[in-house]
């Protein structure tokens, strides 16, 4: 049953969110608030739970996980739904419970820094992370949802966690600063898109992906990943990163080869899995190194 829920939860993937929330967190540690990075914390997780399963719950219910009922861990879904092993109101239930949690973290943390922007803030962040996947939005069927990703994995992790330190919001250098993580966590949705499209074409279902084709869609990807490696190099120009932080472009080798498997098997889900772990190793290790830099810097 544990197994189940971490699945369904998609626990490997929350690191996605909470290293950008500790990036931002640690840019200003002169009077460093761990109340306020604690309930920081809580409410980031219990979002990014909330929208993994509500992001299984209507892809469920528009027919898009149940075009191939394999199970392949980095994309497709978790077809547990499929599997019969949870059904769709509990994944609807446990994605209203991770969002009241993640709102009274909120409410708590607004309560701790006397300030009423942060209700705003997440608000905007929550409605963006449902309306991602839930109808009549749905942004993730209509070639906006990669924009929307990009927001709430880059600018709204690490400004937040800027803003709960500093109060200072928006500010531009924490903008700066978190364009990478934006790219990095696109190029992972990107990666995991394109062994997708089949089935997401059937049922209306348009992502980037279908921009180009599956055929083209590593250039896409190529740009993500590109763009990634820029904005750490413009933030050293910028002295916001020491120059210790390009280092990370040892990562380029792995990028290269993601991007080899995208054109070259575009079309062979297995082979594609590669790709995806790449580019989540690629993120990962990318944001545990610019969390290192900015905390020894």
Request: aromatic share 18%; proline share 4%; hydrophobic share 55%.
């Amino acid at each position: 049953m544990l197994k189940n829920l971490a699945e369904a939860f998609r626990l490997p993937f929350v690191g996605a969110s909470v290293l950008p929330f500790v990036f931002g967190s640690l840019i200003y540690r002169k009077n460093f608030t761990f109340p306020g990075f604690i309930l920081g914390l809580f409410a980031v997780i219990a979002t990014h739970i909330s929208a993994n399963l509500i992001n299984d719950y209507a892809d469920s219910r528009s027919g898009a996980d149940w075009q191939d009922k394999n199970s392949y861990k980095f994309f497709g879904g978790s077809k547990l739904i499929q599997q019969n092993i949870f059904s769709e109101r509990f994944y609807l239930k446990m994605a209203v419970l991770f969002a009241v949690i993640s709102a009274f973290s909120v409410l708590l943390l607004s309560l701790y820094m006397k300030s009423f922007l942060v209700v705003f803030v997440y608000s905007i962040v929550i409605v963006l992370s449902w309306f991602y996947s839930v109808s009549p939005v749905k942004l993730s069927y209509r070639r906006v949802g990669e924009i929307a990703l990009f927001f709430l994995f880059g600018p709204a992790l690490v400004m937040g966690g800027y803003f709960i330190q500093t109060g200072i919001f928006p500010d531009f250098k924490s903008f700066l600063l978190s364009l990478p993580f934006g790219f990095f966590t696109t190029a992972i949705l990107f990666a995991n898109e394109v062994p997708d499209f089949p089935e997401d074409s059937n049922v209306g279902k348009n992502t980037w992906v279908s921009l180009m084709g599956t055929e083209k869609s590593f250039l896409l990807y190529c740009l993500l990943m590109g763009l990634g490696f820029l904005f750490i190099l413009i933030n050293v120009f910028a002295a916001f990163l020491s120059p210790w932080a390009c280092l990370a472009f040892i990562l380029l080798a792995p990028a290269y080869s993601a991007a080899r498997i995208i054109k070259d098997y575009h079309d062979n889900k297995f082979k594609l899995i590669q790709s995806s772990k790449l580019t989540i190793i690629i993120q990962t290790v990318v944001s545990i190194f610019l969390v290192t830099v900015v905390l020894l810097g």
